[in-house]
């Protein structure tokens, strides 16, 4: 994958480099720096991708990726559902009336603020994932609440472990082992129990930037396994399968673009026989993509503060972890591009630095032209997910605007945080 091809919404044939057919320059300068773009037809694209590569699915956005007004309302239009993990979330898609018959809840530890506001708005499908979740869950609802069961399937997703969540050993999920007093089977007679629950299905997720096609082919093995398990156990046909999300996206020239095509196609195939070899009848899917949507439809823009050269060079921009802590959670790796001018200087290998006070404050390790110097700008692809969602104050500095540019206008989308905002809520 080239650069060209992992920045889709960057034309480099211009004189100027471009983002859906705005000078980048012309942005900054109208913005300011630290800048989030994001491409409004390069996400709607995307989803229609997923509705067209599984139209007999239901395709649940990933919330958590980039849960801002604008883009819920972009994919509500689209026809997507969505995955929501607080009541904060379900204000946002409140808030653009989203219809709560698309909304699904789901997290390790729901508040009881978390579960209220889903009952409150009618959300269609609550996901448990503790036994005290669904007793607590239960007294709350009034009248039959639709939820799953979160199921531990034990699929490796050979991805980094902090994003790792569909073995034994982590927070989420109900365990297929026995003898685990929070099993599956405790959990099915746990909801079976509740009189204002209504058990419609399971829920699993193997992980996040996951690349490998197998892995979900495995998870969805295993879950029709488990559904027809329950159906044995409990007399109880499950109608419903979330396989989650997590498809991975190419950060880097070179890497590989998630197989989507080959995932749809395998993923019915596997569903199909595993429901024929066992008389299970073939449940509705729900995925939950999110990053695949929005990750590579932004990037990041920075204004380069001061390049030190030495042992090795530092390019210092006015970002850095606040704006993309990935690279100091999970060594995530990302590229730059300079933008704004052209450059003939050879290029060097340098770092590109953050303003915070951390050493680890590292956003790439790449390539730059020699003659780089104060107030050049850098482009960072794929920051549409999890940017924004991630960022922070660190240092009382302020979390950078989202701007959604579409047909060559751009609109604010998110305003930039300012010193009034930072002490709003500082009672000293």
């Known amino acids: 994958m080239t650069l060209s091809e992992l920045l889709p919404s960057l034309d480099l044939g211009h004189e100027e480099a471009r983002f859906a057919g705005v000078p980048i320059s012309h942005l900054a300068a109208r913005f300011g720096t630290p800048l989030y773009l994001l491409d409004e037809e390069e996400v709607r694209s995307r989803a229609r991708a997923y509705r067209a590569a599984l139209p007999d699915a239901e395709v649940a956005f990933a919330g958590k990726a980039l849960c801002t007004r604008s883009v819920l309302r972009w994919l509500a239009e689209e026809g997507l559902s969505l995955d929501t993990c607080s009541a904060g979330e379900i204000a946002a898609a409140r808030s653009v009336g989203f219809p709560a018959e698309r909304i699904l809840l789901h997290g390790n530890a729901k508040t009881p603020e978390d579960l209220k506001a889903a009952l409150e708005y009618g959300v269609r499908r609550i996901v448990l994932d503790s036994l005290d979740e669904i007793e607590q869950l239960g007294s709350l609802a009034h009248g039959r609440q639709q939820v799953m069961i979160r199921v531990t399937p034990g699929v490796q ?19 297929l082992l026995d003898g685990v ?87 019915r195939v596997a569903l199909a026989y595993e429901c024929s070899t066992r008389d299970f009848p ?20 920075y204004r380069v503060c ?3 050269r030495g042992s090795k060079t530092f390019v210092a921009v006015d970002g850095g972890m606040s704006d993309n802590p990935r690279p100091s959670l999970y060594g995530a790796k990302y590229t730059a591009r300079l933008v704004g001018r052209h450059s ?16 680890g404050d590292v956003l790439a390790d790449l390539a ?13 692809p794929c920051t549409g997910a999890y940017h924004h969602s991630l960022a922070s104050n660190y240092n009382l500095i302020g979390r950078p605007p989202l701007v959604g540019v579409r047909d060559g206008v751009a609109t604010m989308l998110v305003r930039r945080e300012t010193e009034e905002d930072l002490f709003a809520r ?3």
């Open 426 to 428: 500082d009672l000293g």
């Open 344 to 359: 003939r200087a050879p290029h060097r290998p340098m770092s590109v630095v953050g303003r915070h006070c951390e050493s």
């Open 157 to 175: 997703a050979d991805t980094h472990a902090a994003i790792t969540t569909g073995t034994e050993g982590q927070k989420f999920g109900f365990s």
């Open 306 to 308: 001061a390049v030190k």
């Open 368 to 380: 730059l032209p020699d003659d780089i110097h104060p107030g050049d700008l850098l482009a960072v």
């Open 282 to 301: 073939l449940p509705r899917l729900t995925i939950e993509p999110g990053r695949a949507i929005v990750g590579p439809a932004g990037i990041t823009v």
């Open 181 to 267: 007093r929070d099993n599956l089977a405790a959990a099915v007679s746990a909801v079976l129990a509740q009189p204002s629950l209504s058990l419609v299905g399971l829920h699993c997720h193997i992980g996040s930037q996951v690349s490998r096609v197998d892995r979900y082919e495995e998870a969805a093995r295993r879950m029709v396994d488990v559904l027809a398990g329950v159906r044995t156990a409990y007399g109880v046909t499950l109608r419903e399968l979330d396989l989650g999300g997590g498809h991975a996206v190419p950060y880097l020239p070179g890497d590989t673009d998630f197989d989507l095509d080959g995932y749809a196609r395998r993923l």
